[in-house]
């Protein structure tokens, strides 16, 4: 069963940043090999689609965070990211990590607090 495990989580004041990882745990996987996404869950909403990329590169990203977030991996750290900046409070979410084959949304993590506030 692939798992993730996210990091870097936090609270920020409005107009700063953090950079979310997310590395795979129990059976082997490369994440470059896979479809892989941040969602997010505001409080009392349904989970949305923040960013995503998949095996070949190629990115994509909600409106509501284009210009802002930018997702990437570390093929060598085996590792991804979400580089969140220009934070609003309505980035106010957990945000979760999430992989498959061909489209993100099959195998999750457990998710991170980001909470944006002054």
């Known amino acids: 069963q692939v798992q993730f495990v996210e990091s870097g989580g936090g609270v920020v004041q409005p107009g700063g940043s953090l950079r979310l990882s997310c590395v795979p745990s129990?059976?082997?996987?490369?994440?470059?090999?896979?479809?892989m996404g941040w969602y997010r869950q505001p409080p009392g909403k349904q989970r949305e689609l923040v960013a995503s990329?998949?095996?070949?590169?190629?990115?994509n990203y909600a409106d509501s965070v284009k210009g802002r977030f930018t997702i990437s991996r570390d093929n060598a750290e085996n590792t991804m990211y979400l580089q969140m900046n220009s934070l609003k409070p309505e980035d106010t979410a957990v945000y979760y990590c999430?992989?498959?084959?061909?489209?993100?949304?099959?195998?999750w993590g457990q998710g991170t607090q980001v909470t944006v506030s002054s």
């Open positions: 999430s992989g498959g084959w061909g489209q993100p949304g099959h195998y």
């Open positions: 990329i998949v095996s070949g590169g190629a990115t």
């Open positions: 129990g059976i082997s996987v490369r994440v470059y090999t896979m479809a």
